[in-house]
Structures are given as structure tokens and as C-alpha cells.
T-cell receptor, first 115, second 111 residues
């Protein structure tokens, strides 16, 4: 079975550029999560959606970050303008429902480097 | 929210059982215990979760003490590919969808 698919796997861009990360959740899953991992802060939740609706975006660092889920099979995380401190690995995860008894399944991440 | 305490690192011989402990002494009755692992350069991988009873699946077993204040993840026959960081997470309904990852245990399986 196909897992969570993220693209690109690696992105290197210059400061000030717009960056768009993409995620395709597991088919049939109706909750989608965006996480960020850095050495300093570990893994932290940025935002999550249930049935394509954003539920909790309290982890989004600032207005430069935005996330959308136009349909059940696609989500984007956009950074505009990007800054060097945004360099991290960004993970997308999906689950069958947002309940705390439902495991989340992660993609392999996008490694983002802002120069 | 209940916090978890795990040893920062452990070693295990290949072929032997790996027993990874987790302390969650402030857990409340409706909180699940989840285990994930992260192999280098990959996303976190779900292993197993439980509420009160011991659980077993094709990857591992989860033993939760009767008072629920601690648990142990058991990999019955560790292989080199089980080398990873293992995260024990306590999750309750108030967190909604959020998984809060701590520092985890870095397990090294050695030949």
C-alpha cells in the first residue's frame, strides 16, 4: 500500500524565495498533519486538518507560513518569504480520524535548506 | 499532559530481545501510550499503541504495568535495521491530533 508521499525530498533555495512543500496522504485518511524537525527543537506540530478543514494552526511559526488542503488527497505547506532559520526537515502525516486512539503515519519528509 | 521519561541510549545484541523502558508516572486513565521510531533520514514510523492491556503486533509487544505508570516496548529479535531513535508518547483527547515527541531512546543494535 502507498504510504504518505511528500515532494520534493530535498529543496535548496535562497533566502527570500517562495517554497512550496507537497503532501499526498494515505487514501481514505481524513486527518493530515504537518510537522517540522530541527536539532534544536526536535519534532513539533505546525498544523493539522480534519476533513480538509484546518483544526489547529497554533504551531505555525509566523505569517510567512501557510498551509492548504484543497481536497482529501493533497496538501501544501508554503513559506513566503523563506529565511535561513526555516531550514529543517518537514514531515507530513495522515491518520484515519483525529481521535487520540488513531495512529499517525508519516512520510519521509522534505529536507529544506535556505541559503 | 503526561510527560514521559526514557533513557537517552541503549545497546542491544543482534538477535536478542530489545526492551525499551518508558516512565509515564503522571498518566491519567484516558491517555494512550504510543511508540514510534525514527530511522536515520526517514520519517517517524508508528510501532504500536495501547491503553491498559498489553498489545502485540508484527513489529513489537507493548507491556503496560498495572498502575499504568510505566511501559516497555519489546522487539523480540532485534536486527541491525532496528537501530533507530524510539519515542514513547502519551496522548490524550485534549491534545486533539497532536503528537508531542520528546528526546527518545537511541537504540543501537550491534552484531
Amino acid at each position: 500500500d502507498a504510504g504518505v508521499i511528500q515532494s520534493p525530498r530535498h529543496e535548496v533555495t535562497e533566502m527570500g524565495q517562495e517554497v512550496t512543500l507537497r503532501c499526498k496522504p494515505i487514501s481514505g485518511h481524513n486527518s493530515l498533519f504537518w510537522y517540522r524537525q530541527t536539532m534544536m527543537r526536535g519534532l513539533e506540530l505546525l498544523i493539522y486538518f480534519n476533513n480538509n478543514v484546518p483544526i489547529d494552526d497554533s504551531g505555525m511559526p509566523e505569517d510567512r507560513f501557510s498551509a492548504k488542503m484543497p481536497n482529501a488527497s493533497f496538501s501544501t505547506l508554503k513559506i513566503q518569504p523563506s529565511e535561513p532559520r526555516d531550514s529543517a526537515v518537514y514531515f507530513c502525516a495522515s491518520s484515519l480520524g483525529q481521535g487520540y486512539g488513531q495512529p499517525q503515519h508519516f512520510g519521509d519528509g522534505t529536507r529544506l535548506s535556505i541559503l | 499532559d503526561a510527560k514521559t521519561t526514557q533513557p537517552p541510549s541503549m545497546d542491544c545484541a543482534e538477535g536478542r530481545a530489545a526492551n525499551l523502558p518508558c516512565n509515564h508516572s503522571t498518566i491519567s486513565g484516558n491517555e494512550y501510550v504510543y511508540w514510534y521510531r525514527q530511522i536515520h533520514s526517514q520519517g517517524p514510523q508508528y510501532i504500536i499503541h495501547g491503553l491498559k492491556n498489553n498489545e502485540t503486533n508484527e513489529m513489537a509487544s507493548l507491556i503496560i504495568t498495572e498502575d499504568r505508570k510505566s511501559s516497555t516496548l519489546i522487539l523480540p529479535h532485534a536486527t541491525l535495521r532496528d537501530t533507530a531513535v524510539y519515542y514513547c508518547i502519551v496522548r490524550n483527547r485534549n491534545q486533539g491530533g497532536k503528537l508531542i515527541f520528546g528526546q527518545g531512546t537511541e537504540l543501537s543494535v550491534k552484531p
